[in-house]
């Protein structure tokens, strides 16, 4: 069968299909390991809403990471401790986004409705007079495969109601992929709030939130804490709105020169995006943990 | 069968029925008619894009109105204008909008593809290598109910290769309806500017492409001519644009006060939206032309 299409998964070639479909940084889950193995905390903290906690810690061990549920907050998880210990949220939610968060929700208690597919049904004027659920009291968007005029104009329809909170998972406007890149929640979220004329609340990073997540469970000190990630615009600015020491990574879409342009550009926000340090690779920090 | 929910349409309930669905505004009618009877030019100009021509001339003829095709300016009429004679477009169109916008594009030549629905099929990695047609040249987008997630990076996709064109209809984000309001296609566009990190060129009001085409069909001078229109920002914004004179009528959703805050606020871009005159109603205009 050598050369043709249908071939026997070997332990070898399965190691690497699974890497082709999704690869960790090499060196990454042995820094990850040995940095734990060390009595360090770490956590993993993602602004993608499209898996849950379990989720992550499944794909991660895939990966190579040791990880544990209590160590991933994701946007999914977390949006939904926002509604529950910030908005002390009564009420339901209409969401715009995954099965992922739907599970956060209702693992805290929230309800929910919106999940799925809402495609085109009636005329312009029943869109106008769409049914409402009387017990929701706040929208949520998040990435959502599913988004369509129909969850976009009744949305709308909710947010022109008195009192009805606006939360987004976060901003990113394109996700960036092996092989290419996709439309980010960033751009649903904007298509909402252009309907709604009003500005959500988003949660994820660079909003110090995600860090309140983890400071609180785990009471970990900021001066003592580092941020490492590969977007200037979300992980750095994260680190820098929490008094972090931040390192920026070179293996994703930031460059030393977009951090130098920071630096240089004598605006005051814009120095929330210049990290303390750099590294090509988190690789890097593999001989000073091994030495 | 009196009282009962199934009645017989008599002659004078069908104009009761067809006024509730969608009505003129009283005397709106006669003002037109008496007008080119009056040998003046009337021109129908409008941002929505659901329609054609043809289907405006009917819907006009049904209000009462005396309207013939190559008076009205609609979206997607003058969006196909756009692409053929400023664009000068030699490629296909990616559509994101309503048959009526693919009607109008066939009627002057221009190949398009994308009208309908575009579920979401497959995973992030096949989205991200979405296949593309190699002759497509231009994105436009207009209102669109089938709008979804698919169109959305189908769009980005598009809109990244180099030498791409990006139109869109027009800017409006809310669709008032009697009953309320829908989400405008200005929403759309915004998800697909945000997405694709570019601003497409819109042709609705205010963009005086809307008067141009008028001009250069009809030789119309701008010194004698009155736009008319009921809303400061895009009806008012136009005939500034292009140096006509301009009536509010307050029987849309822009009020007098709007128009005074502009003018008292010293900007300049906002004088744009201060009216010549205002009534409140076209039907005043009735007398002059009946005297």
Known sequence: MSGSKCARLSAALAKQVLDSV????PG???V??????NGKKVFFVTNNSTKTRKMYVDKLSVLGFNAKEDEVFGTAYCSAMYLKTVCKLEGKVYLIGSNAMREEMEAVGLQQTGVGPDHVLGKQTDWANVPLDPEVKAVVVGFDEHFSYMK????MQYLTQPGCLFVGTNRDTRLPLEGGQIAGMGCLLQAVETAAQRQAQTVGKPNHFMFDCVASQFGVDPDRCLMVG???DTDIMLGSNC????LLTLTGVSTVADAEAHQKSGCAERQGMVPDYYVESIAELLPALQG
């Open 152 to 155: 976009l104009n009744r949305a």
């Open 243 to 246: 008094g972090l020491k931040t």
């Open 28 to 30: 990454a889950p042995q």
């Open 230 to 232: 590969d977007r200037l």
């Open 32 to 37: 990850i390991n040995l940095l734990k193995e």
């Open 22 to 25: 999704d690869s960790a940084v």
